[in-house]
């Protein structure tokens, strides 16, 4: 085990470096794209609600294995063959073009609730006083909405960070990549695992705990 | 009494269905500037309904209302801008929870560009001290009592320095030793020549306060007068249930 860390230790910090990357990355797009969807599924228009509705519905349709693959051979195939365009996508941007949709589906889900959490009064409060209705989105609804969505909004990174090993399939040297070469060169598959499972956990639970803080610190019932 | 003869905003005609169901069937009103207008009447009988077409929180179905000289119920005028002009307090109060009680006064006025930030907190301390809690700038809404909110939701209103003043019930979800305290403010605010349109259950209140009654039934007006007219002397049946029931 020591002989494992010692050794190959460097080489699976890096590899979750870049799991980290790729997750951070997508965390980003994914919470403008939830944002953008989510304040689109509450705004009082029915063609913006489907749109809205058609998004979600299609990323949690598809398993991201699939969508990975799609994205990553499917797209620059279609581009090269029906468009005659050369796309070349590095597998980190078809990464993060994966975890971004279907994390940003489940983020829009979330704050589409978030901000139905929010009580009617407050936007006609706001409106009453002449601010227009983006306004009100942002400088009522959503402030007193990502409270209560925090802890959600937590979870769903968490499950992307996760995410991030599906994309071993389309070659990424993310974490899981790595230790399969560090298993093939050692054949210690207990103690790889067991190393990397232990890196997903550290990671994990400081970002629980990380969350725990924000919530608190978020929160205005707090003097 | 009722100032001069500038009419502050003008209904006409007024229709308002939620689907299937006709809650207000044609109501014409004009009120006048520095005129105090209650609103009395039945549950259901469409009073908030009404009120909340004055602003346009509720599209009407068909009808005119003209504040300053523009129907702000066509569908393609600029409605924030008038919003601005027309203040509203609701039942709940609806303070933003999440800002200071200083904060809630001044949003509004800095983000409409109206007054700069300094300014707009010498106003906001202004307004608090008029209705009484000048101390509690810095608090959160929710450490404030029911009446002490009801009357920041009062100064946040008049922070955007509005022509007319909407209120909707603003006592009816207040403890009852809280009520004196929110309808002096109004009474305040009455003397001091704001027009007014308040929905109400406060009957002493409206007798006392209001220029106009008017008693809203089935989505009509079904009987209007000086509180005198209504509250002595009504003609209308639905006025006589009405009064008989509450008083
Ligand atoms: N958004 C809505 N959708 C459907 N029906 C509504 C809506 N708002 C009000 N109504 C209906 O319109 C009618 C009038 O409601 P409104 O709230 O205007 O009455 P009100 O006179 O203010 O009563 P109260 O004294 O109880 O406040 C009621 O029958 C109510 O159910
Ligand atoms: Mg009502």
Redesign the interface.
């Known amino acids: 085990m020591l002989e494992i860390i010692t050794k190959f230790g460097p080489t699976l910090l890096e590899a979750m470096g870049k799991t980290l990357t790729m997750a951070f990355y997508s965390l980003i797009f994914a919470s403008i794209i939830g944002l953008f969807f989510g304040v689109l599924a509450v705004v009082r228009n029915k063609v913006c609600n489907v749109i809205a509705q058609i998004f979600v519905d299609i990323i949690r349709g598809v398993p991201m294995i699939v969508l990975a693959y799609f994205v990553f051979f499917g797209i620059p195939y279609a581009c090269k063959n029906i468009i005659g365009f050369n796309l070349t996508l590095s597998a980190l941007e078809a990464g993060i073009i994966c975890l971004s949709l279907n994390c940003g589906a489940y983020m829009a889900e979330i704050i589409r609730g978030g901000i139905q959490s929010v009580?009617k009064?407050?936007m006609?409060?706001?409106?009453?006083?002449?601010?227009?209705y983006l306004?009100s989105m942002r400088?009522?609804i959503l402030?007193?909405a990502i409270?209560t969505m925090i802890p959600s909004i937590i979870n769903q990174f968490i499950i992307t960070l996760k995410d991030t090993s599906i994309l071993s399939i389309i070659g990424f040297p993310e974490l899981v990549n790595s230790a399969k070469g560090v298993v093939a060169l050692t054949f210690k598959s207990f103690q790889v695992w067991a190393i990397v499972g232990i890196m997903y956990l550290i990671v994990i639970t400081i970002l629980s705990k990380l969350a725990k803080v924000l919530e608190r610190r978020l929160s205005?019932?707090r003097? | 009494m009722i100032a001069n003869d500038n009419i502050k905003i003008s209904v006409k005609s007024l229709y308002k269905d939620f689907g299937k169901t006709n809650v207000l069937n044609g109501i014409s009103l004009d009120v006048y500037e520095g005129e105090v207008v209650c609103i009395i009447g039945p549950s259901g009988g469409g009073k908030s309904t009404f009120l909340r077409c004055l602003n346009c929180l509720e599209d009407p179905t068909s009808g005119n209302i003209y504040f300053d000289g523009v129907d702000i119920a066509d569908v393609t005028v600029d409605i924030n801008i008038h919003r601005q002009k027309i203040g509203m307090v609701f039942q709940q109060f609806n303070l933003f929870p999440h800002k200071t009680v200083l904060e809630n006064i001044m949003l509004a006025p800095v983000d409409r560009k109206l007054l700069d930030k300094e300014t707009a907190r010498v106003r906001a301390l202004e307004l608090l001290k008029r209705v009484g809690i000048e101390e509690k700038a810095n608090d959160y809404p929710h450490s404030l009592s029911g009446g002490q909110q009801q009357r920041v939701a009062i100064a946040r209103a008049l922070a955007m320095n509005p022509d007319i003043m909407l209120f909707d019930e603003p006592t009816s979800a207040l403890d009852p030793e809280m009520v004196g305290e929110v309808l002096a403010v109004m009474k305040e605010l009455a003397q001091q020549g704001m027009t007014m349109v308040i929905v109400t259950h406060e009957m002493g209140f409206a007798r006392d306060v209001a220029d106009r009654v008017l008693l809203i039934a089935d989505g009509v007006i079904a009987e209007e007068g000086t509180p005198k007219e209504i509250f002595d002397n009504p003609q209308n049946k639905r006025t006589q249930d009405f009064l008989a029931a509450v008083l």
């Open positions: 009580p009064g407050q006609e409060a706001a409106r009453s006083l002449g601010l227009p306004t400088k009522i402030p007193q409270r205005y019932d003097k």
